[in-house]
């Protein structure tokens, strides 16, 4: 399986990535620690909105829980599952995806 995991989509949100980091350091000490270790798949991780976080800003230009209409929805989800079940067909594989959001804010 493939899991893709977003992070930061607001800048000032940074529990998500904490979260990811975490994760990915736990996996290397577990191929440390233990020799029959077998992680069977990939991760992904992303962080979604990388101006706001050099700014330390919850976002730059638009909010992004703010431009989130019944019209621009509709367009995201066809697109989107168009183009996520293409993929998914080309390299049958189990695709995962994950948002972190948080309320803590720096």
């Known amino acids: 399986p493939l899991l893709l995991i977003l992070t930061q989509v607001h800048g000032n949100e940074p529990a998500g990535y904490y979260a990811v980091h975490e994760l990915f ?3 290397d000490q577990e191929y440390q620690n233990k020799a029959d270790f077998d992680y069977r798949g990939q991760i992904v991780a992303l962080r979604g909105n990388l101006a706001a976080i050099a700014s330390g800003q919850r976002f730059i230009d638009e909010d992004f ?3 989130w209409t019944d019209e621009r929805v ?10 996520i079940w293409n993929m998914r067909k080309q390299s049958n594989i189990l695709l995962y995806f994950l948002s972190l959001y948080s309320f803590l804010q720096e």
Not at 74 to 83: E, G, L, V
């Open 74 to 83: 509709k367009q995201i989800q066809n697109s989107s599952k168009k183009k």
């Open 65 to 67: 829980n703010r431009i």
């Open 25 to 27: 350091q736990r996996i």
